[in-house]
C-alpha cells in the first residue's frame, strides 16, 4: 500500500506593528476584523495573495452572525442553521458579508450584541499585508510556544465566555 500524504509543516510568522488588525479580503481597501494582534506575536500564515498573506488565528477571526440564522450556544458552540449565512466583521447587513457560511458550520462563541452572536471562525479567511509579519524561518521550540500560549489564551477567551453565558 502507497503511504498516506502527510500534511505539511506549519508555517509562522511573527506579527509586525501595534495593534494589526486582520483584513477580511487581500486588499489594501478592505475591512479588517475586531482582532487586534500585538507586535511579535506569533501566528500561522498560508498562501500570498497579492502582497498579502492569509493568516490562521487560535479559534478563528472574531465576526458576527445574525442570531436567526444560528443556534443558541451549546457548550461553547454555535452551529449556522441557514445555508449561506453572512459571517459579518460587524453587527450590520447593510455591508458585503466577509464570508458565507455553510449550514452546520460551527462557530466558537464570545458574546452578543443585540440581535447578532459574536463569534469565532477558523474557517473564515484572513489576511495581513507582508509587510505586516516577519516570517519564522524555522519551527523553533519558542515559536511552538508562542503560537501554544496564543492558542490557549484565545480558547480560555471562548470558554469563559461560554461559562458566563451558562
Request: contains cysteine; glycine residues 8%.
Given at each position: 500500500?502507497?503511504?498516506?500524504?502527510?500534511?505539511?509543516?506549519?508555517?509562522y510568522a511573527?506579527?509586525?506593528?501595534?495593534?494589526?488588525?486582520?483584513?477580511?479580503?487581500?486588499?489594501?481597501?478592505?475591512?479588517t476584523y475586531?482582532?487586534?494582534l500585538?507586535e511579535?506575536?506569533?501566528v500561522?500564515?498560508?498562501?500570498d495573495?497579492?502582497?498579502?498573506?492569509r493568516?490562521?488565528?487560535p479559534t478563528?477571526?472574531?465576526?458576527?452572525v445574525?442570531?436567526?440564522f444560528?443556534?443558541?450556544p451549546?457548550d461553547?458552540?454555535?452551529?449556522?442553521?441557514?445555508?449561506?449565512?453572512?459571517?459579518?466583521?460587524?453587527?450590520?447587513?447593510?455591508?458585503?458579508p466577509?464570508d458565507?457560511?455553510?449550514?452546520?458550520?460551527a462557530?466558537?462563541?464570545l458574546?452578543?450584541d443585540g440581535?447578532?452572536?459574536?463569534?469565532?471562525?477558523e474557517?473564515?479567511?484572513?489576511?495581513?499585508?507582508?509587510?505586516e509579519?516577519t516570517?519564522?524561518?524555522?519551527?523553533?521550540?519558542e515559536?511552538e510556544?508562542?503560537w501554544?500560549?496564543?492558542?490557549?489564551?484565545r480558547?480560555?477567551?471562548?470558554?469563559?465566555?461560554?461559562?458566563?453565558?451558562?
Amino acid at each position: 500500500p502507497s503511504p498516506a500524504p502527510s500534511s505539511p509543516a506549519p508555517t509562522y510568522a511573527r506579527i509586525v506593528g501595534k495593534d494589526v488588525h486582520p483584513r477580511c479580503f487581500a486588499s489594501a481597501n478592505s475591512p479588517t476584523y475586531a482582532d487586534a494582534l500585538s507586535e511579535g506575536q506569533v501566528v500561522r500564515v498560508g498562501e500570498d495573495a497579492n502582497g498579502f498573506r492569509r493568516v490562521l488565528l487560535p479559534t478563528g477571526v472574531t465576526g458576527y452572525v445574525y442570531k436567526k440564522f444560528a443556534s443558541e450556544p451549546v457548550d461553547g458552540v454555535v452551529t449556522a442553521t441557514g445555508v449561506n449565512v453572512s459571517f459579518r466583521y460587524r453587527p450590520r447587513t447593510s455591508e458585503v458579508p466577509a464570508d458565507m457560511l455553510k449550514k452546520g458550520a460551527a462557530l466558537s462563541f464570545l458574546g452578543e450584541d443585540g440581535e447578532w452572536w459574536v463569534v469565532r471562525s477558523e474557517d473564515v479567511p484572513a489576511y495581513l499585508s507582508t509587510a505586516e509579519l516577519t516570517p519564522c524561518d524555522a519551527v523553533t521550540p519558542e515559536v511552538e510556544q508562542a503560537w501554544g500560549d496564543f492558542e490557549k489564551a484565545r480558547r480560555a477567551e471562548c470558554a469563559a465566555a461560554a461559562q458566563q453565558r451558562v
